[in-house]
């Protein structure tokens, strides 16, 4: 099972978790974190939002953040899908599982692993709104989320 994969198509969270526990008995826990697209966003209301990104590059920046990941926390298996396309509202964009033999070390990579991708992951994301459609600008909130983990990250303008 590939540890990164982008794709248009939706996920099964419950099939995602079984495969990622499949065949070590280690696991103790399995975290998931799963982002949606929201229907308001900056007090606008949001119908659709469009992800792009480089493929190839964007699986190779995934694979770095599950590698570090992996150096900084004592996790077993991890695992990260990211939507791209045209996605309604409400629908799922992105999928964190993170294993691991206790729930600590687990709840920390997923968190870790979402903080990195919100600031360092290289998608383009276009939000559809009643006023029309504007490119989603990276926030403070997430470069400070990210550096509460020693990364520093200028992001937002």
């Not at 198509?9 to 499949?22: K, Q, S, V, Y």
């Not at 990579?109 to 383009?124: G, H, N, S, V």
């Amino acid at each position: 099972m590939a540890r990164v994969c982008i794709q248009s198509a939706d996920f099964d969270l419950g099939a995602e978790t079984a495969a990622l526990r499949m065949g070590d008995g280690g696991i103790g826990a399995v975290v998931a974190f799963v982002g949606t697209v929201r229907e308001r966003s900056s007090g606008a209301a949001v119908s659709q939002m469009e992800l792009e990104h480089y493929p190839g590059m964007t699986e190779a920046a995934i694979e770095a953040m599950v590698d570090e990941a992996f150096a900084r926390f004592d996790i077993r298996a991890a695992r990260v899908i990211h939507r791209v396309g045209l996605l309604q509202a409400r629908e799922q964009i992105v999928l964190v599982l993170v294993a691991s033999a206790h729930r600590g070390q687990a709840f920390q990579a997923c968190e870790f692993l979402m903080d990195y991708l919100k600031t360092q992951a290289p998608f383009w994301k276009k939000e559809f709104t009643p006023d029309g459609a504007h490119w989603v600008d990276a926030r403070e909130a997430d470069d400070a989320a990210l550096a509460r983990w020693g990364i520093t990250a200028g992001n937002a303008a």
